[in-house]
């Protein structure tokens, strides 16, 4: 069987790069602006409040609570048809920021507001996604 290769983020992107090379490192961040102290994501070139466009990264919690759920029966990119159906949780991470990603693991007991943790899951030796799974006793 022919499978399609996922895409994977340009890690040349400077505005993404610190990104990827935490998660390689099994660490979650996101970044904020060294001008007001701004924290956003997803990441962009220039602070929406102040139009800095320089960044600190700053290492967050890698945990939340689930925010909103969506199950794909049909996959949008043919790229991930071999992974349906698959979850997309929108998760409020501790900072209160707000993150998708695919859900791994068991599912069942599924809610909004339960308690999630980030999983790093190594696509190659250059990129890790970041994925989510139900805590354990939330």
Request: charged content about 20%; glycine content about 8%.
């Amino acid at each position: 069987m022919n499978t399609i290769a996922k895409p994977l983020p340009d890690l040349s992107d400077p505005v993404t790069a610190p990104f990827w090379a935490a998660t390689r490192e099994g660490r979650l961040t996101v970044p904020r602006c060294t001008f007001c102290g701004y924290r956003l994501w997803p990441p962009e070139a220039v602070c929406p409040e102040c139009q800095h466009a320089e960044f600190a990264w700053e290492e967050v919690e890698p945990a939340g609570t689930l925010w909103s759920h969506a199950t794909y029966h049909r996959a949008l990119d043919p790229a991930f048809a071999d992974e349906l159906p698959y979850v997309v949780g929108l998760v409020e991470l501790t900072c209160g920021l707000k993150m998708y990603g695919i859900m791994r693991g068991d599912l069942t007991g599924m809610a909004i507001g339960r308690a999630v943790t980030a999983v790093f899951e190594p696509v190659n030796d250059e990129v890790t996604f970041v994925r989510w799974a139900l805590a354990t006793g939330g």
